[in-house]
């Protein structure tokens, strides 16, 4: 099983980034999604969360500005951020079920 992210790097604020994961080896159906970041000295904490059932749940920070989204049939899943702030830098793992990816990093800065 494999969680490969895509998508990140340098953005102004203000700007946009649109992050993917793909996943190889194994088929989330029935499975939550989510996206998670780890900022330098912090704790890990949820982004966006899709659920089996399509319910979405997005962590206060980044409500109304992040969008997770996944792609039907395929394995893969995606987070539109959009008016980007420089608390948002961080490195972005995307997780399916117990298994995650290695992290795509995004820098917010002016």
């Known amino acids: 099983v494999q969680l490969e992210e895509s998508g990140g790097g340098n953005v102004q604020p203000g700007g946009s980034l649109r992050l993917s994961c793909v996943a190889s080896g194994f088929t989330f159906r029935g499975f939550d999604m989510s996206w998670h970041r780890q900022a330098p000295g912090k704790e890990r904490e949820l982004v966006a969360l899709i659920g089996a059932t399509g319910v979405l749940r997005y962590g206060s920070s980044v409500k109304d500005r992040f969008t997770i989204s996944r792609e039907s049939g395929e394995n893969t899943i995606y987070l539109q951020m959009n008016d980007l702030k420089p608390e948002d830098t961080g490195t972005y793992f995307c997780?399916?079920?117990?298994?995650w990816g290695q992290g795509t990093q995004v820098i917010v800065s002016s």
């Open positions: 997780r399916i079920a117990t298994y």
